[in-house]
């Protein structure tokens, strides 16, 4: 049987294509993986006695959108970090963001638009599930670099009118992965000016939201709100980043009544809902600040450690937020390569997370490095690059 050409051109996913690369390459030191944003602090003191005492709810089908707990739990975190009132029926609880950023697009993606295929524009590099979603409604994926020139953010506004009037959905990732910028309120002013001028959707996708240097990342769906806007954005954020719990698969979407219905409506039939003993957990971390705190004040430290050890080598730039360092190289592969060949560091080449588009890849001339192990295994491994690809600098 034939398989479906929508998918047929998508590259191998980032992770495998590095195993493919690093295949038969010793390590020349013990190994230190640098490559996925898993977060490895502690996990917050009240999970554990939360599963436990929930523990019989594995029992019990969960609703799909989420307890009224969870809900007011994320309404709470929302208007405590952003200023922002949202009734429940504008959240739906998900299993992590990759989920939502998917199933949004399925919820809110039009067959056509202006009588023609529509588009869908994504920062470039990006996290690859924007690529996926745009490929399963069979929108025209729109590439667009997020580069050095641009703030590494995408210039949506430069694309051609004609274009945006087809336009549904714009991806943004802010704090952006894999680079760190923030895009600061005046971005995201123009971005929502700009959808509503030409009628499509802003997807937030603000998982890293809660890790930043000093200043707290602006929102989207809070520029929407003092813009009277609110119809034109969709938030996503997790627990993954924020609290430590990757494993949990808990996060949200919140925005419009209207958007927040169509999503749920497709998820009841599609979506796996978060088990109430997660959900259990996921109320009591939106309700906590101590842990987040705690946690952000670890990812300073290593920024200043970065800062410190890469600070002059040309081309570094510490990240505003998040957790990943976006370091210029010659070539991403080599670099990864002789990282893990002659100081055992596994680092993850730029081009992966980007897509080619005429002769350019904006990825090329990185590697991403995730700053997620310990502070002492954070400044060796950062010292042990510092001396390998960078001798000279």
Same mark, same amino acid.
């Given at each position: 049987?034939? %398989? !479906?050409?929508?998918?047929?051109?998508?590259?191998?996913?980032?992770?495998?294509?590095?195993?493919?690369?690093?295949?038969?390459?010793?390590?020349? *030191?013990?190994?230190?993986?640098?490559?996925?944003?898993? !977060?490895?602090?502690?996990?917050?003191? /009240?999970?554990?006695?939360?599963?436990?005492?929930?523990?019989?709810?594995?029992?019990?089908?969960?609703?799909?959108?989420?307890?009224?707990?969870?809900?007011?739990?994320?309404?709470?975190? @929302?208007?405590?970090?952003?200023? @922002?009132?949202? &009734? =429940? &029926?504008?959240?739906?609880?998900?299993?992590g963001t990759r989920e939502g950023l998917f199933n949004a697009a399925l919820a809110l993606c039009p067959e056509q638009k202006a009588g023609d295929r529509p588009a869908i524009l994504i920062p470039n590099p990006f996290y690859q599930v924007y690529a996926v979603a745009a490929a399963a409604v069979s929108a025209q994926p729109v590439f667009v670099p997020a580069t050095e020139q641009t703030g590494f953010l995408p210039d949506y506004a430069a694309l051609d009118p004609s274009l945006l009037d087809r336009t549904v959905i714009a991806y943004i990732c802010s704090p952006a992965n894999p680079q760190g910028s923030v895009a600061p309120d005046a971005y995201l002013e123009r971005l929502l000016e700009l959808a509503d001028r030409h009628d499509f959707l802003v997807f937030s996708d603000e998982c890293y939201s809660e890790i930043y240097r000093e200043t707290p990342p602006p929102g989207a769906l809070a520029v929407a709100d003092r813009m009277g806007l609110a119809d034109r954005v969709v938030i996503f954020n997790s627990l993954s980043?924020?609290?430590?719990?990757? *494993?949990?698969?808990?996060? /949200?979407?919140?925005?419009?009544?209207?958007?927040?219905?169509?999503?749920?409506?497709?998820? &009841?039939?599609? *979506?796996? =809902?978060?088990?109430? =003993?997660?959900?259990?957990?996921?109320?009591?971390?939106?309700?906590?600040?101590?842990?987040?705190?705690?946690?952000?004040?670890?990812?300073?430290?290593?920024?200043?450690?970065?800062?410190?050890?890469?600070?002059?080598?040309?081309?570094?730039?510490?990240? $505003?937020?998040? /957790?990943?360092?976006?370091?210029?190289?010659?070539?991403?592969?080599?670099?990864?390569?002789?990282?893990? +060949? $002659?100081?055992?560091? %596994?680092?993850? !080449?730029?081009?992966?997370?980007? +897509?080619? @588009?005429?002769?350019?890849?904006?990825?090329?001339?990185?590697?991403?490095?995730?700053?997620?192990?310990? $502070?002492?295994?954070?400044a060796r491994a950062l010292g042990l690059l510092r001396q390998t690809i960078y001798r000279g600098a």
């Open positions: 049987m034939a %398989q !479906p050409e929508r998918f047929s051109n998508l590259p191998e996913y980032a992770f495998p294509r590095l195993r493919n690369l690093l295949n038969g390459v010793e390590p020349g *030191g013990d190994p230190v993986v640098m490559t996925i944003g898993e !977060p490895r602090h502690p996990m917050p003191d /009240f999970v554990a006695p939360i599963i436990t005492e929930t523990l019989p709810l594995f029992g019990k089908y969960p609703p799909n959108e989420g307890t009224p707990e969870l809900l007011d739990a994320i309404a709470g975190w @929302v208007q405590r970090r952003y200023g @922002v009132e949202l &009734s =429940p &029926s504008r959240i739906t609880a998900l299993n980043k924020r609290s430590n719990l990757p *494993g949990l698969r808990s996060g /949200f979407a919140a925005g419009s009544e209207a958007n927040i219905a169509a999503l749920r409506r497709l998820r &009841s039939y599609s *979506g796996a =809902p978060v088990p109430l =003993p997660a959900q259990a957990v996921s109320a009591a971390a939106w309700a906590d600040e101590a842990h987040v705190d705690a946690n952000r004040a670890l990812y300073q430290r290593k920024y200043d450690l970065a800062d410190r050890l890469l600070g002059n080598v040309p081309g570094y730039r510490g990240p $505003e937020a998040g /957790f990943f360092l976006w370091l210029p190289v010659e070539d991403g592969e080599a670099a990864a390569v002789t990282l893990w +060949r $002659e100081a055992g560091i %596994q680092v993850l !080449p730029g081009a992966y997370l980007a +897509r080619q @588009v005429g002769d350019e890849n904006p990825g090329q001339g990185y590697i991403r490095v995730a700053l997620v192990a310990d $502070e002492d295994t954070t």
